[in-house]
């Protein structure tokens, strides 16, 4: 029922900044801030990684280890959107990002492999 659609992904230079959107719509009785939402991102050949997730309700996020520092989610529920702002991009950070979303409450959120909705993954590449 819910729909999640990603946008923001393009070339950007090592070093530069980039911000992925996540529109989500399709609701049935309940707000986008009954949803915990995270961003993954899987490159060729790789497994899957979680990068970062917002909880429900207050909105406590939590974080990858090696993206802290550098990657920020945030949620602005008026506009059933959530957003990932990347800094100081690295080629490794090359890759299909997704964001997912699950209901799920009263627990801070932790990038587990349970999320039941999905985008279709926007393309982001780093490289001069």
């Known amino acids: 029922q819910l729909h999640l659609v990603e946008s923001g992904g393009g070339l950007v230079q090592p070093g530069g900044s980039l911000r992925l959107s996540c529109v989500v719509s399709?609701?049935?009785?309940?707000?986008?801030?009954?949803?915990?939402i995270a961003w993954f991102r899987q490159a060729p050949g790789k497994e899957r990684e979680g990068l970062a997730c917002?909880?429900?309700?207050?909105?406590?996020?939590n974080y990858a280890e090696f993206v802290k520092g550098r990657f920020t989610i945030s949620r602005d529920s008026a506009k059933n959107s959530v957003y990932l702002q990347m800094h100081n991009m690295k080629p490794e950070d090359t890759a299909v990002y997704y964001c997912?979303?699950?209901?799920?409450?009263?627990?801070?959120?932790?990038?587990?492999?349970?999320?039941?909705?999905w985008g279709q993954g926007t393309q982001v590449t780093v490289s001069s």
């Open positions: 399709g609701f049935t009785g309940y707000t986008l801030d009954y949803y915990e």
């Open positions: 997912a979303a699950v209901q799920r409450l009263y627990r801070l959120c932790a990038l587990s492999n349970d999320y039941n909705y």
């Open positions: 917002v909880s429900s309700g207050g909105g406590m996020e």
